[in-house]
């Protein structure tokens, strides 16, 4: 049961909207910026919600690795590709405006495929490749990030969390969206495990002396210091449970989002220059939307997609559970409980909250100070 207060999407999101202009982010950007925020929300996925508003965006603009105006650049553009450079901007603000121009692109030509370089973090990958979703096509997505996964038989942190995403319009309400780490846990959850006080389960993390550590402060501490890696989907650091599949998967988001807008990779995107000083992070993002209608139709696949979902949920349950869920489904049941009375906020997110507030002495009052 929730014992968190809640407070309005409504007046949560006209206060992130808020802050953001107050360190800089145009307003319209800073909408965008929000509305990203709130959707991990939305959906439960609280890793990576206004759980991360302060210390990944409003921090790292403080801090000068995240610049608040977008200076976007198209670098190539051909009928179906595009390539741009964010040139360290707000990368959700980079990626809603790939996807609009791949979105057109995909309606016209059947398919597109786009790729960001010099960009930051642009919040859950599902926000966009459900923006095509949404408009009858399929989305797919990654992003590559600072490491945090050490390679089958390694304990150094080398790729990053690396999430590959898809979207599938459903006759459902709500699209089948596969997002997801291609490490066992994201960093994302492990500092949301640290500010709820809670720790990170055992076997989602490889030391380099093999012990088991399960202390979320400490863990973040040896990410950073790179005493600690990720495991892989599937565990580490040997290959007993196949964590090579996690591997292999979170190599090849890291090559597409790398090499395809020519852009920085691996331990490039730390955010930590060799001096130990912070820097740009030069993260890669790459997109590919797919439009049904130039295959058998958006009917067919939509009806095609629903059949299958629905005969797996159907599917014979295993003993002591009552109920089968598609990806995405979680998410929309999230939604439906959460729509009529906002976010959740934790003790810790409260006081960040009203910090901001009182900083840039801004008109809110939040329910939970009363």
Partial sequence: METRPYVSWDLMNSFMIDVFKAYGVPEEDAKICADVLLESDRRGIESHGCNRFKPIYIDRIVKGTLLPV????????????????????????????MMEK???????NGMAGGAIRNSTHYGIAGYWSDMAAKQGLIGITGTNARPSIAPTFGVENMLGTNPLTISLPTDEDFPFCIDCATSIVQRGKIEFYARSGKETPAGMVVTHDGSTVTDSQA?????????????????????????????GYATVVEILSSALAGGEFMKALTGVSPEGKPQMYHLGHFFFVVDPEAFMGIDTFRRTAGSICRALRASEK??????????????????????DKGVPVGEAVQKELI????????????????
């Fill in 355 to 370: 910090a901001l507030r009182d900083k840039h002495q801004l008109p809110y009052t939040f329910p939970f100070e009363a």
């Fill in 219 to 247: 863990i973040l501490k040896m990410l950073t210091e790179g005493k600690a890696a990720l495991a892989p989907l599937g565990g580490g650091p040997g290959d007993e449970m196949c964590g090579y599949k996690g591997y």
């Fill in 70 to 97: 977008t200076n976007l650049e198209v670098v190539k553009e051909t009928p179906t590709t595009v390539v741009m450079d964010a040139h360290d901007g707000m990368g959700m603000v980079a990626a809603h405006a």
């Fill in 318 to 339: 295993a003993p002591g559970y009552d109920r089968i869920y598609t990806a995405g489904e979680k998410e929309h049941l999230v939604w439906l409980e959460r729509k």
């Fill in 102 to 108: 791949l979105i057109e692109k995909a309606k016209k």
